[in-house]
């Protein structure tokens, strides 16, 4: 993918950057909104990454412009400020995602990933499937190796989410927003509990496991 | 009605409008008694000045005999309920048109009331002894009498439209200013409540001193909010300006232990103050919502929040986590819906930090319970257990920020939590209690 960074701290900059490039992306790197506006109306970049807080022309302006002209590229909004009216105020401004500062450099990129327009899994498709592991939407059933896996409704919903978006990391924050519906910082490891018990019961009883943990990050079904 | 009458008794427009009835009432009351006085001497002088005149025009008659024949052919033209004229002969034998024998003489009052009609009322009577008889005059005192009348009409017509004037401007007065004070009142609770954006709002209709308290108040209210603004400010200042250096540890960090291998002495050392920087973070992260939630900003999107689903939600969502610990988590939600307005991830974050709480500092096989009801047409959530409880003395302080109780310093949490649940119920204008579940700990929020 092609990403655009538009930060002014260095040190955080660099670390996004060549975090990025790592995971085999293409990454340009500005310091300064006017900069990173030209760059972006040009439009050619997969994910935009904007700090809100940035000199002369900040994060928020920047993204206003841009949806103004018609430039639709996502713009996931780095923000030292974590404050419901601060998030909403970006994702009015056009934002699609909201990290606050200081962020692990997983969940960034998982973040990203999901802003991505890479085509995930159809709505109409009916069976989904990873492995020998095969869900069938419609009459809610899920077979591994032959063999049913009962589920309760919500680990249904945590387990779909998850072979949707097969080889890409969700973090825990994304699954409660996605599953439960619930935007929230929990001091304690309820994510895990849940994937713990969905473990249990796709993965255990099997010689392999479906479901990655990603150190730092989050979780992630390989096909 | 009775405390109503006091409440009034204790307004100062009415009793000055009182005081001021009063005083008048009495200098009326006084003014008229002395005219009153001096208007009925001078009748009683002039009706006495009549006497000597009528007795001097009986004194000129020459002789016993002549007075009484005087006397008689006077009576015939006088009315008796004017004048009453009377001669014992020496003989005994009386005259005139009304019988007043006295044993005394001079002037005295005599009421003619018995049995005959034309006398009327009070008469002042002069007596003289004449020729060996005695000679009565007396006239009628009912003009004197009527004196009295026509002063209490003057009275009442005068006095009375005064008094309930006075009465009713005065209640009027203390309605009005008891509304004003109100207004003022109003606005000092919510001040004292914590909403420094409270004004008067002063009329220009409003007395002048009034409108002098009413302006101090707000003066005083806008210092004290200007202040506050400050101390919020230079507070999320700080926190703000401090998250980037730390997000530039976390990002050394992360470099480092690229390069440090994890079960390594250094690498054991990384990870401890990778957790550390994690846990600055969230501390700077709950002081930067508490002060979001306290500027009451969040209010301006306020929105309907189904409370029945976020707290089966959040029950669902913890119950794997209470179940590893060992304790049971139970919800207890109403089948009707109940829904208040507000900020969900902020009412989420209260359930959470509630039972995240609960389940971080009773022991193993506790029983949590999250339940939802109505009372009073108010949403009330309770999140209660039957751990070790907190110590009434400690419940005040537990709200403090960063607060922690000696016997929970090596749980983890941050002593923010209660903080932001306290901050985000009152933001609700809800309210914030901490009971006693004998044994255990229940945390009450209506709202």
């Not at chain 2, 300006?241 to 540890?249: A, E, M, N, S």
Request: proline share 4%; with cysteine; aromatic share 4%.
């Amino acid at each position: 993918m092609k990403l655009l960074v538009v930060e002014d701290d260095a040190t955080t900059a660099t670390y996004i950057t060549r975090g990025l490039r790592e995971e085999g992306h293409t990454v340009d790197m500005v310091s300064e909104g006017r900069e990173g506006l030209i760059l972006a109306a040009s439009g050619s970049y997969d994910v935009l990454i904007v700090d809100r807080m940035l000199p002369e022309v900040d994060g928020l302006t920047l993204v206003k412009t841009l949806r103004g002209t018609g430039n639709t590229t996502p713009v996931l909004f780095l923000t030292a400020m974590g404050s419901v009216e601060d998030r909403i105020s970006g994702l009015n401004a056009g934002g699609d995602d909201y990290l606050v500062k200081p962020f692990a450099f997983g969940e960034l990129s998982a973040r990203v990933a999901a802003l991505s327009r890479r085509p995930q899994a159809l709505e109409q498709e009916t069976v989904l499937r990873a492995a020998d592991l095969e869900m069938h939407l419609i009459t809610r059933k899920v077979m591994r190796a032959g063999q049913v896996i009962d589920l309760l409704p919500r680990e249904f919903a945590l387990l779909e989410h998850l072979l949707r978006r097969k080889g890409r990391v969700q973090t825990r924050t994304m699954l409660l927003e996605a599953v439960w519906d619930i935007s929230f910082d929990p001091m304690t490891n309820v994510v895990e509990t849940h994937v713990s018990r969905l473990r249990a019961k796709v993965d255990k009883p099997f010689d392999r496991e479906l479901i990655q943990t990603v150190r730092g990050a989050g979780y992630r079904i390989d096909g | 009605m009775k405390a109503r009458l006091a409440q009034l008794w204790r307004s100062m427009p009415v009793r000055l409008a009182l005081l001021l009835v009063l005083l008048f009432s009495t200098v009326s009351l006084l003014s008229l008694a002395a005219s009153y006085a001096v208007t009925q001497n001078s009748f009683e002088a002039a009706i006495r000045a009549d006497l000597e005149q009528d007795i001097a025009g009986f004194r000129a008659a020459p002789n016993a005999g002549a007075v009484a024949l005087l006397v008689d052919a006077e009576s015939r033209d006088t009315d008796p309920s004017r004048i009453v004229l009377s001669y014992i002969s020496p003989n005994g034998r009386l005259f005139g048109n009304g019988a007043i024998a006295r044993d005394d003489e001079g002037y005295h009052i005599v009421s003619l009331t018995q049995d005959r009609a034309e006398y009327d009322g009070a008469y002042l009577a002069l007596t003289i002894p004449l020729y060996g008889g005695q000679l009565t005059v007396a006239r009628s005192r009912a003009q004197i009498e009527a004196l009295g009348t026509v002063f209490l009409n003057i009275l009442l017509i005068s006095l009375l439209p005064t008094v309930l004037i006075a009465l009713s401007g005065g209640l009027y007065l203390a309605r009005r200013s008891k509304r004003h004070v109100e207004v003022i009142g109003h606005t000092l609770d919510d001040l004292t409540d914590g909403d420094l954006a409270a004004r008067v709002s002063v009329s220009p209709n409003w007395a002048d001193d009034m409108i002098r308290i009413g302006n101090k108040v707000n003066q005083m209210a806008g210092a004290q909010e200007a202040q506050m603004q400050m101390v919020r400010q230079v507070s999320s200042d700080i926190a703000h300006d401090l998250k980037t250096p730390i997000q530039r540890v976390a990002v050394h960090l992360d470099d480092l232990a690229r390069l440090v291998p994890p079960e390594t002495e250094g690498g054991i050392l990384l990870e401890k103050a990778q957790d550390e920087v994690t846990g600055i973070a969230s501390v700077f992260q709950s002081l930067l919502q508490i002060a979001s939630v306290e500027s009451g900003s969040p209010k301006s999107h306020f929105q309907p929040v189904d409370l029945n689903q976020l707290c089966l939600t959040f029950s669902e969502v913890y119950e794997p986590a209470a179940t590893a610990s060992n304790h049971s988590l139970i919800a207890e939600v109403p089948p009707e819906p109940i829904k208040v307005k507000g900020d969900k991830n902020l009412l989420g974050q209260v359930i959470a930090n509630l039972v995240e709480n609960a389940l971080r500092h009773t022991p193993e096989g506790s029983r949590i319970s999250l339940s939802l009801k109505t009372q009073d047409e108010h949403a009330v959530i309770e999140v209660a257990d039957n751990g070790a409880g907190i110590p009434e003395a400690e419940r005040e302080k537990v709200l403090r920020r960063l607060y922690r109780l000696d016997a929970s310093r090596n749980t983890p949490g941050n002593g923010l939590g209660l903080s932001l649940v306290e901050g985000v119920v009152k933001l609700h204008g809800g309210t914030l209690q901490l009971l006693d579940n004998a044994p255990g700990l229940k945390v009450r929020i209506v709202i």
